[in-house]
């Protein structure tokens, strides 16, 4: 059955078809027709639909959850070690100053050299320890056998 349409301007439009009852049921019969009927043909569209089952994805999706946790504490690994090797120059009074590099880990002379132009560049990034004699606290004395008044305002004089 078909319906005749013509336009506005009286030409005639395209025919269309029309629906009935009877039509209506037929594409759900076609629908049962295209369903797999085994386990292989549920397999190729499968396949062919790039499609998995659920527990496959579950298990990708919580695979890839360890693996970026192994990642993440890596990393924060990778950061105490890269802040242990600068704390180990003794060069930077906080060893956080110096940004991490990846690089500095495998390379010891890369990050002599960061550290060199952090310093460079900002001097009063180094370390300020005081070291040997400062002229403060116990000095040692020649023999240290006898305590002698005279002898330790001797030295001073």
Known sequence: MTTDLTNAD????????????????????D???DAP?????????????????RAY????????ARYRDRAKAADG?????HTAL????GRLADASDLEFDAAHL???????AAVDDLLAAKPHLANRTPRGSVGQGAVPSGDGS???LLGMMRPNA
């Open 146 to 148: 006898a305590v002698s």
């Open 106 to 112: 495998d390379d010891p002379e890369a990050l002599t």
């Open 77 to 81: 690994l990778a950061q105490r070690l």
């Open 10 to 29: 009286g030409t005639p439009a395209e025919e269309l078809p029309t629906t009935t009852a009877d039509d209506n049921a037929t594409p759900a019969a």
């Open 31 to 33: 629908s049962d027709a």
């Open 86 to 89: 600068v704390e180990a120059t």
């Open 57 to 64: 994805v579950e298990r990708l999706r919580a695979e890839s």
């Open 37 to 53: 009927e085994t386990p292989e043909q549920d397999a190729e569209a499968t396949e062919d639909g790039e499609t998995f089952p």
